[in-house]
């Protein structure tokens, strides 16, 4: 079927906007995927990725809500004045709500690339309606291995001057990270998890919800996230670790500046909504 785009407006004062994806003739879905905002990028995402990726998902049967949050792009903020998180978890009711009302559908699943993860993940704990999470560089929890095998693999491209190189220059981004407040994506890492213990119990408690989560890492940020089983090696121990997914892309790239790139994660993020609307 072809699939149709309308523009929506929601929220406080009409405040919010947003374009449904859904296949003509679709009156109604069970399920229905959110995409909010990556950082600042309006909400065709870098590279219109969320574009491609909302058509993809309409023409398998999964209705897709891209929006902007308040404050971003074409959404503006109204209202008394609030905490970041607390308007990022209002804007996410908003769509949630809109979607009830205009797709009569009452689960939603989100995809969210680098702080869109994040505000998918605390949207997830604050609302029971979300059936699940795909996040997409989203949290770092490195491994006792994680420095060593990114070393290993800057030796095998530079050389061990250059691997040399390579470990004093994080040990001078983690000083100026301690000294100062952290500016670019890699120094901000750290900062921008929860806590691990706070995490554990977080995904002890969505996991016990039945809320399906996938963590899914890139190649771009190898001092953080270096290799296949890293999530496995820090979480292996916890409860909830059977009933999660994680997935190492390192053909991904951050900012996903390439079509073989966009192809490889609106491939997994495919598969992994198909089999939760199959359920």
Known sequence: MPVH??????????SHLGILTRCDGDAAASLVCVIPNAGLIYRIGPRRFTVKLARTL????????RFDLAGVGDSKYVGESAGARERILA???????????????RRFIVM????????????ALADARVAGVFMYDGFWYRSRWTTLVFL????????????LGAAWRMLRRKRTAE??????????LDSSNPPKEEFIAQVNELTRRGVRL????GGSVLPYYSYTQQFRDVFAAQPFFPKVEYRYLPMVDHMLSSLAAQGALQAAVL???GRIAAA
């Open 271 to 273: 598969e992994w909504a």
């Open 179 to 188: 000294a100062a407040q952290p500016s670019s994506l890699a120094a901000n």
């Open 58 to 65: 309409a023409e398998a049967g999964i209705p897709t809500l």
């Open 91 to 105: 804007s996410m009711k908003c769509a949630f709500d809109e979607i009830e009302r205009s797709a009569s559908a």
């Open 152 to 163: 290993a693999k800057r030796a095998r491209v530079l050389g061990l001057a250059g691997a």
């Open 112 to 123: 969210g690339i680098c702080s869109g993860a994040a505000n998918g993940y605390q949207a």
């Open 214 to 217: 996938c963590f899914a890492y």
């Open 5 to 14: 785009e309308q523009a929506l407006l929601f929220g406080p004062e009409d």
